[in-house]
């Protein structure tokens, strides 16, 4: 079974500003997907950036981007520029390349300072 | 639809009572999944299907859940005789067949009084 961790439960960070939330993951396959979503109080789940294992090149959408270690099991979310509306919660999740199911992470909150 | 449609969006139901909870995917998606999200935590995995097929239940907490998708789109998760600790937000997602991302609806919240 995987297992997804966020050591983070909550962040702050000064609007304009950086903040990198971290998320490591135990898994025993070589190709698989992660990913970053974003819940508001809305509830509903945002795909903010996706990673094939396959690939080495960081992912990067905009203002987001990921540091992805793969032997390390690591995965960490880098916001720049931080705005009020990136203000969520927002999980690391896990995806086997063979089986659609997806393992996530207890969250980290963000909020962000005016 | 343009997305994943879960109805209600709001359910509070006294304890014993049954309810069932509706996910409408978005048309042509194969894969559908159910997710319990308890408050503040992240959701954790309850059942999936392909098409109309139940290929793994495995995180349904108890037999008091049932979920099923009979023609292969519309799905429906049962609770019956709710308890409190069944109180959460359900999570529905699917997943188109040639793609990796899940696109999930805004949830059913479920409170047990």
């Known amino acids: 079974a995987q297992t997804v961790t966020q050591s983070q439960p909550e962040m702050s960070v000064q609007e304009a500003e950086t903040v990198t939330l971290s998320c490591t993951y135990d898994?025993?396959?070589?190709?698989?997907?992660l990913f970053w979503y974003k819940q508001p109080p809305s509830r509903q789940m945002i795909l903010v950036i996706r990673?094939?294992?396959?690939?080495?090149q960081n992912a990067t959408e905009n203002r987001f981007s990921v540091n992805f270690q793969k032997a390390a099991k690591s995965f960490s979310l880098k916001i720049s520029d931080s705005q009020l509306g990136d203000a969520a919660m927002y999980f690391c999740a896990y995806r086997s390349a063979v089986v659609d199911k997806l393992s996530f992470g207890a969250g980290t909150t963000v909020t962000v300072r005016a | 639809g343009a997305g994943v449609s879960q109805s209600p969006r709001y359910k509070v139901a006294k304890r014993g009572q049954d309810v069932a909870l509706r996910c409408d995917p978005i048309?042509?998606?194969?894969?559908l999944f159910w997710y319990q999200q308890a408050l503040g935590q992240g959701p954790e995995f309850l059942t999936y299907f392909q098409n109309e097929a139940q290929l793994d239940k495995s995180g349904l907490p108890s037999d008091r859940f049932f979920a099923e998708r009979p023609e292969g789109s519309v799905s429906t998760l049962k609770i019956q005789r709710t308890q409190q600790e069944d109180s959460a937000v359900y999570l529905c997602?699917?997943?188109?067949?040639?793609?990796?991302?899940?696109?999930f609806g805004q949830g059913t919240r479920l409170t047990v009084v």
């Open positions: 048309s042509g998606h194969v894969s």
């Open positions: 990673q094939e294992a396959y690939k080495q």
């Open positions: 898994t025993s396959e070589s190709d698989y997907y």
């Open positions: 997602a699917s997943i188109s067949t040639s793609g990796t991302e899940a696109f």
